[in-house]
């Protein structure tokens, strides 16, 4: 989740907005393990690391908790680089040390993107995408989903950046990979499965 100054007019929707998209996991009877890092990854930033302890379907009043987690402040840098963190929560040190549990041997691996402005990660997107996709082996039941919350490509949307470089890593289609930009005009619900045994989620829009 971007925690730049930027995002401070969208807390309150995006807090709800997480609250109802737990409350339909636990409704279409996901087992997830879910987490939430922010786009910053300077010094000082979580790196990566997760701002919470991982929420499960067991976890007391999850929805609730859920939907606080994701308010992540706005105090982050403005240089958002939610690719880069994307693969920092799922490396080493953080995979195995504070990160324990969000990477499962036995589900598949869905990301969700949210930002109000491009990816600034320093590398280039292809290598994200070849990082993320081989975290699930391509004949395998399980797989790696991803999307992205961002503005319009490519002219942007009122309030957000055209979400360029998320719509360059959707483009590319190694076999257990699958990204689906999302304009943030038309996110509705958070609900869905994308059909593969591993029960991840897609992002329902108008």
Same mark, same amino acid.
């Given at each position: 989740?971007?925690?730049?100054? $930027?995002?401070?007019?969208?807390?309150?929707?995006?807090?709800?907005?997480?609250?109802?998209?737990?409350?339909?996991? +636990?409704?279409?009877?996901?087992?997830?393990?879910?987490?939430?890092?922010?786009? @910053?990854?300077?010094?000082?930033?979580?790196?990566?690391?997760?701002?919470?302890? #991982?929420?499960?379907?067991?976890?007391? @009043?999850?929805?609730?908790?859920?939907?606080?987690?994701?308010?992540?402040?706005? &105090?982050?840098? &403005?240089? =958002?680089?939610?690719? =880069? !963190?994307?693969?920092?929560?799922?490396? =080493?040190?953080?995979?195995?040390?504070?990160?324990?549990?969000? /990477?499962?041997?036995?589900?598949? /691996? !869905?990301?969700?993107?949210?930002?109000?402005?491009?990816?600034?990660?320093?590398?280039?997107?292809?290598? #994200?995408? *070849?990082?993320?996709?081989? /975290? +699930?082996?391509?004949?395998?039941?399980? *797989?790696?989903?991803?999307?992205?919350?961002?503005?319009?490509?490519?002219?942007?949307?009122?309030?957000?950046?055209?979400?360029?470089? #998320?719509? =360059? !890593?959707?483009?590319?289609?190694?076999?257990?990979?699958?990204?689906?930009?999302?304009?943030?005009?038309?996110?509705?619900? #958070?609900?869905?499965?994308?059909?593969? *045994? $591993?029960?991840?989620?897609? /992002? $329902?829009? *108008?």
């Amino acid at each position: 989740v971007d925690d730049s100054p $930027s995002m401070e007019s969208q807390r309150e929707q995006l807090a709800a907005d997480a609250t109802d998209f737990v409350r339909n996991l +636990k409704a279409q009877g996901v087992d997830f393990h879910i987490g939430v890092t922010t786009t @910053d990854t300077s010094p000082g930033g979580p790196q990566g690391a997760l701002v919470a302890p #991982y929420f499960t379907p067991a976890t007391p @009043d999850v929805e609730t908790r859920f939907g606080a987690a994701v308010q992540v402040g706005i &105090s982050g840098s &403005s240089t =958002e680089r939610g690719l =880069e !963190a994307a693969q920092l929560v799922l490396s =080493e040190p953080l995979r195995s040390g504070d990160n324990l549990g969000i /990477l499962r041997d036995t589900a598949g /691996l !869905a990301l969700i993107f949210v930002s109000d402005d491009d990816d600034q990660s320093p590398g280039e997107v292809s290598s #994200y995408v *070849r990082f993320l996709q081989q /975290l +699930k082996a391509p004949d395998g039941q399980f *797989r790696v989903v991803a999307n992205a919350i961002v503005g319009d490509v490519p002219g942007g949307c009122p309030g957000a950046a055209a979400g360029v470089r #998320y719509a =360059e !890593a959707a483009e590319e289609q190694p076999v257990s990979w699958r990204m689906r930009v999302v304009p943030r005009r038309d996110v509705q619900v #958070y609900e869905g499965r994308n059909g593969h *045994r $591993s029960g991840s989620t897609f /992002l $329902s829009v *108008r």
